[in-house]
């Protein structure tokens, strides 16, 4: 006997259905003849075989194919309109010029002064620049020369020493309070 | 194979007729197969149609050196489980008709009952369990196409069909049948 019985056990389904070949077939018969346990095996699974599938018509066979083949047209012919996005060089070209015309715009941007003068004709010149050399007067000299003009007026209250805010900057915390409290007497009792 | 070759390549480019023969050359089987997974007719009609609609909208995918028949079997299995996994009825049509007047009645109402049992324990069985005897015992498929189309090694499909009679076979005894 060229199978032992394990591998006589493993191959029953495949002889019940038909798919080993003769000499294979003969050695399980003889091996069926003398083993209780295999002979009640193929008893078993022809009693499971013998379970049907019930049959669902004809109208289902005869419609399915076509049935499956208009879904999947249909669906086709909606994926259609966006399916050249989906392959890949119309898609690379896309992100291409996308890409190209959003630098060309940040690039237009960039470049574009709507007229302004630069603030530095030599822009060198700036790193010569030292900032600890810059006054206060400097700097307002500057903003009085650049946006200065007849209908352009520059405060300088903020910077000014002697402005109310500075005096109230040295006032102490006693002092704001006190302060509050008479004006807000009169504003009750009237001024 | 070769055919099958053919009606791929036609049905990629969109034929119509290539994909209503496909799914004529193996509507049967997948019905069958889905049928013995689900245990319900209807149910298993419709498992049949996405099963076909699933393969169909991913045939660019299949290799050609493969098998066509395998490939389809692997689609249906993860269709069947998927469903399996979400179906919450789980209740076995037992009011099928009775068909066919050459047998009498009681002993066709005794098969029924009988072939009823056998798919109740079936729908007992662990999925990995029952798919190997589908495939084994209803399918006709031999260890390594079962292994390719379970994605496991043929090692495992054995054990998984050995265990699976062993527990069917417990559950058919309890139930005195």
């Keep these: 006997m060229k199978y032992t019985h394990d591998e006589i056990r493993e191959m029953l389904p495949d002889y019940l259905n038909g798919i080993l070949e003769k000499t294979i077939c003969t050695d399980i018969e003889t091996h069926l003849k003398g083993c209780p346990e295999c002979k009640d095996e193929v008893s078993f699974i022809s009693e499971l075989q013998k379970t049907k599938v019930p049959e669902p018509g004809e109208l289902f066979w005869n419609t399915l194919p076509q049935k499956l083949s208009r879904i999947v047209a249909e669906k086709r012919q909606r994926r259609g309109l966006f399916d050249w996005l989906l392959r890949p060089a119309p898609a690379m070209v896309s992100v291409l010029l996308f890409m190209a015309l959003v630098l060309s715009y940040l690039y237009i941007k960039s470049t574009d002064t709507n007229g302004i003068d630069p603030l530095f004709e030599d822009p060198l010149a700036y790193s010569s620049i030292e900032i600890n050399d810059i006054t206060e007067e400097d700097v307002l000299a500057f903003l009085a020369e650049e946006i200065g003009s007849e209908s352009t007026e520059i405060y300088l209250e903020d910077t000014d020493p002697y402005s109310y805010y500075m005096d109230f900057a040295s006032l102490s915390s006693a002092e704001i309070k006190s302060l509050y409290e008479a004006l807000e007497r009169e504003q009750t009792k009237g001024g | ?177």
């Design chain 2, 1 to 177: 194979m070769n055919e099958d070759r053919e009606l791929i390549d036609k049905a990629i480019e969109g034929s119509e007729e290539a994909i209503e023969a496909l799914v004529r050359r193996y509507q049967r089987m997948v019905y069958a197969f889905a049928y013995r997974m689900i245990n319900d007719m209807e149910e298993a009609k419709d498992i049949t149609q996405k099963i076909f609609i699933q393969a169909i909208n991913g045939l660019k995918g299949f290799k050609k050196e493969a098998s066509f028949r395998t490939w389809l079997y692997r689609i249906a299995v993860n269709v069947c489980l998927n469903h399996r996994r979400t179906r919450r009825n789980n209740e076995v049509d037992i009011n099928e008709t009775i068909t066919g007047n050459q047998k009498g009645v009681l002993s066709i109402m005794i098969e029924k009952e009988r072939e009823n049992f056998i798919k109740n324990a079936l729908e007992e069985l662990p999925p990995k369990q029952r798919l190997a005897i589908v495939l084994r015992t209803y399918e006709g498929l031999s260890c390594h196409e079962a292994s390719k189309i379970m994605g496991c090694t043929e090692g495992a499909v054995k054990a998984h069909y050995h265990f699976g009679v062993k527990k069917l076979r417990e559950i058919l005894k309890e139930k005195g049948i």
